[in-house]
């Protein structure tokens, strides 16, 4: 599986992104999709992920009621929308795919394969 991520750009405190992570492979519905994100000089972080048959979401507690992950398999596509963003969303986005189980699915060590990353800068 071969991840793109796009969508991160400049924006102001309050403001709103979309973000995209394209996949390639037949597979993609079978996998567990997240997103990460690392600030400068910090670890990479969980932010959210989603199941492949979309049911069930997970969210780290400052993204809850800002950001929205969805995917759609017929264009093997996830999504994080982020709304009211602030200065410490700050950091590089990477999408993950892979499979983990349920106590991993916020570890980076629970993803197999890693996008390029997309810079989302939040002014003050």
């Known amino acids: 599986v071969q991840l793109q991520a796009s969508g991160g750009g400049l924006v102001q405190a309050g403001g709103s992104l979309r973000l995209s992570c394209a996949a390639s492979?037949?597979?993609?519905?079978?996998?567990?999709m997240a997103w990460f994100r690392q600030a400068p000089g910090k670890e990479r972080d969980f932010v959210a992920a989603i199941r492949w048959g979309a049911s069930n979401t997970y969210y780290v507690d400052s993204a809850k009621g800002r950001f929205t992950i969805s995917r759609d398999n017929a264009v093997s596509t996830v999504y994080l929308q982020m709304n009211s963003l602030k200065p410490e969303d700050t950091a590089v986005y990477y999408c993950?795919?892979?499979?983990?189980?349920?106590?991993?699915?916020?570890?980076?060590?629970?993803?197999?394969?890693w996008g390029q990353g997309t810079q989302v800068t939040v002014s003050s």
């Open positions: 492979g037949r597979t993609f519905s079978s996998y567990t």
């Open positions: 993950a795919a892979g499979r983990p189980i349920i106590t991993t699915i916020t570890r980076s060590t629970g993803y197999d394969y």
